[in-house]
């Protein structure tokens, strides 16, 4: 901690005040020993010299005190841009192209089902600008008229979509991507992912679909399409064959990540690999929100389960997408920026017995050709 104003000040004055001191104590030894005459001469000298230093000194502290308070409040202003920079960057991640994508997006599996575009229109008054759907969520259209109707302008809103397995294939894949393009309504996407690695368990030409997709991907990158392309349900083993041929490298991989399931080996993999992390099912499908664990949390918070499953997640530095159906619930998962879990808390967190998995694997899924 550095010296306040008034203590700097203080130890100023105290300073004159020893020269004051030292000034008397030489005055009274010169008139021990000097005549009357030339005592007074050198009183009225040795005065004007005192007055003229004081003067000098007191001007001195003044300069020095007005520097230092503009110093200070230099770094006042310094530090509140820098807590103030810091309370934005939680509620931003930024890819390694440098897009940045919100720390919370809004997740749309099975979220129109009920109340189609209205859901949509929910969640931009909630407060999200991150949209994520895909090619299989069957609600692209939904999405496009909501974003329509909602007036806000398209470069606010950050739309991510998907390609499923059974249209990879260089061709294939721009087909598809030009058929969200379409229901979205737009000529480019912020993100676009290859939603899940292969079709099958048995499917012996999943490398090179993969790579040749891949391809299509960095083209379609390249003519400005998408700003990020990225991976979905991509273990490290997935990866690797990816990027032998990859020109450019993946940005993002969404996988299944929450409490209870934390996919530690594939998060190390992606960290060296500078992929961000993105969970899907953040909430584990409500499966982990009645956790004993995660309750005893939030009432120590005055948070709910869900905030504090979202928060865990973004302090661990993963960008998190609930799906909710509700306004309320919508906003409750965005009011996640005013409390912070301990490193004990997130260790705690990170470290539960395996719970509230989906049950679906990448190399056990089986999509319909
Ligand atoms: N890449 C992939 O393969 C993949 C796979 C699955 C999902 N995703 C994406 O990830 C998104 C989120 O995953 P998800 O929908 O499976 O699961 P989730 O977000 O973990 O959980 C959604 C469930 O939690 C409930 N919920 C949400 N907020 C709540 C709150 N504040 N309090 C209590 N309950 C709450 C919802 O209920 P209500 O709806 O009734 O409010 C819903 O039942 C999906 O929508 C999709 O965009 C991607």
Redesign the pocket.
């Known amino acids: 901690m550095g010296k306040s104003i008034s203590d700097a000040f203080e130890e100023v004055m105290a300073k004159v005040g020893e020269i004051g001191v030292q000034a008397g104590e030489a005055v009274k030894s010169f008139a021990e020993s000097e005549s009357t005459e030339r005592l007074a001469r050198g009183m009225k000298k040795g005065t004007r010299t005192a007055a003229e230093g004081i003067a000098k000194g007191a001007k001195m502290a003044a300069a020095g005190i007005k520097e230092g308070s503009q110093i200070a409040s230099e770094a006042i202003k310094t530090n509140a841009a820098k807590k103030k920079a810091g309370r934005e960057q939680k509620r931003n991640f930024t890819l390694s192209n440098g897009v940045k994508i919100p720390a919370v997006g809004y997740?749309?599996?099975?979220?129109t089902e009920n109340n189609g575009k209205q859901t949509i229109l929910d969640a931009f008054e909630a407060g999200y600008r991150y949209i994520?759907?895909?090619r299989f969520?069957q609600n692209e259209k939904e999405i496009g008229e909501a974003i329509k109707e909602s007036g806000i302008s398209r470069d606010e809103i950050f739309i991510c979509s998907?390609v499923w397995p059974t249209m990879l294939g260089k061709d294939r894949l721009r087909e598809s991507f030009d058929a969200s393009c379409e229901d979205l309504q737009t000529d480019n996407l912020d993100m676009y992912?290859i939603?899940?690695p292969k079709v099958s368990q048995n499917d012996e030409e999943w490398i090179t679909k993969l790579q040749d997709s891949w391809e299509a991907m960095e083209e379609l990158y390249e003519e400005g399409r998408i700003k990020a392309i990225g991976l979905?349900?991509f273990l490290p083993h997935h990866i690797r064959p990816l990027l032998e041929t990859a020109r450019i490298k993946p940005m993002l991989d969404?996988l299944?990540l929450?409490a209870g399931y934390m996919q530690e080996y594939a998060l190390q993999y992606l960290r060296k690999e500078r992929i961000l992390a993105q969970a899907?099912?953040?909430?584990?499908?409500?499966r982990v929100?009645n956790d004993e664990r995660v309750r005893k949390l939030a009432e120590e918070y005055d948070k709910?389960?869900?905030?504090v499953l979202l928060r865990f997640l973004i302090q661990r530095g993963i960008p998190v997408?609930?799906?909710?159906?509700?306004l309320e619930?919508m906003k409750?998962?965005l009011d996640v920026f005013d409390f912070s879990l301990t490193s004990d808390e997130i260790s705690y967190l990170s470290c539960i017995t395996e719970t509230g998995w989906?049950g679906?694997h990448p190399d056990l899924a089986e999509w319909e050709q």
């Open positions: 997740g749309t599996y099975l979220s994520d759907t895909a969520y998907k992912l939603h899940w979905s349900n969404q299944e929450h899907w099912s953040p909430l584990g499908r409500a929100l709910t389960g869900a905030q997408i609930p799906k909710a159906s509700s619930r409750e998962n989906s679906e």
